[in-house]
């Protein structure tokens, strides 16, 4: 006991190898918008379930529905867009915290700064590209492995999946207002499920993020 003491109080004992800070921020973050996200995700399923089998006519289902579903329905509807701000929020906020993680780790030459990466979201025109290119931004300047320069990092598939089902379902909901169909049982289908998808995938490229980040700390890979 006396001998951990001493080793604990002398000042001059050299740090173990290998041993580096955790500047971590945004996991916190993370864990919160994947709880978001986790719910927006069932309210879409769910619904998307119901105009499917009312769409198909899956009759044994349907006879279910009836019974069953107009009271969860209408909740689901009345919690959408209180629901929608929340995500959009914790979105916001996961974002300006992992670019700043990004940085603190030793990633230098990012285009989005923590700010600009959170409120280039809100920009009309601007944000139908900017939140894509600045998560894919934040995943590549998370590159956990030792002597690869970040800028060179590959992107896997749900990247891009995630933002194109997000930008089908704003492109789908457009047309069928044009037409007047964005209230039929077909339409909301392929809206409901266009946004499951999206959720998805999103929950995916965050859990992405948020490992590469903590793998990178863990590893003490700071290349530049």
Known sequence: MERAVAETANPYSPPEEGVRPLPRQSSGAATVLLAVLL???????????????????????????????????????????????????????????ANRDARSLGAEGMFFSPGWSAGIAFVPVANLIGPYRSVKEIYQASEPKPGVAWVSAAVPSILPMWWGFWLLSIVWNIIAQNLGAESTVGSLTVFETLRALATL???????????????????GAFDR
């Not at 279910?64 to 009345?78: C, E, V």
């Not at 948020?210 to 700390?217: E, G, H, L, P, S």
């Open 201 to 219: 995938l999103l929950m995916m490229v965050v859990r992405a993020v948020d490992r590469r980040q903590t793998d990178k700390a863990r590893n």
């Open 39 to 97: 719910v927006e995700l069932a309210l879409r399923a769910f619904r998307a379930t119901l105009y499917l089998a009312v769409f198909f006519g899956w009759e044994g289902y349907q006879n279910a529905i009836l019974t069953l579903a107009p009271g969860p329905l209408a909740l689901s509807w009345a919690l959408t867009w209180p629901l929608l701000a929340l995500v959009v929020v914790s979105f916001s906020v996961w974002v300006f915290r």
